[in-house]
């Protein structure tokens, strides 16, 4: 079955760096996009950074310069490399991966993991 599990998560100090892995399984990984999203307390889901099959990324205004995504198809890896993190980037990471095919759209997503940036 797909699986995708996430790591790298945990309390870090405002300014500081984190690192954020997603190995996934069950789907074929090299020919679909994968995603990070975030989601705080009491806020909507929102992307956070994304890395298509060719490797093009795109990120969130919020992030970009600080967090830089990237993927290893040999390994079936997604990482999301937080840096000068801020007490705003406090969420629950989400990683998702999303496939097209002849019967449409499949999107999995991990159980997320907790980042908790201190001021």
């Known amino acids: 079955q797909v699986q995708l599990v996430e790591s790298g998560g945990g309390l870090v100090q405002s300014g500081g760096s984190l690192r954020l892995s997603c190995t996934a399984s069950g789907f074929t990984f090299s020919t679909s996009a994968m995603n990070w999203y975030r989601q705080a307390p009491g806020k909507e889901r929102e992307l956070v950074a994304g890395?298509?099959?060719?490797?093009?990324?795109n990120y969130a205004d919020s992030v970009k310069g600080r967090f830089i995504i990237s993927r290893d198809n040999d390994k079936n890896l997604v990482s999301l490399q937080m840096s000068s993190v801020q007490p705003e980037d406090t969420a629950v990471y989400y990683c998702?991966?999303?496939?097209?095919?002849?019967?449409?759209?499949?999107?999995?997503w991990g159980q997320g993991t907790q980042v908790t940036v201190s001021s």
């Open positions: 998702n991966g999303r496939s097209v095919s002849w019967s449409g759209v499949q999107e999995y």
């Open positions: 890395i298509d099959r060719a490797g093009s990324t």
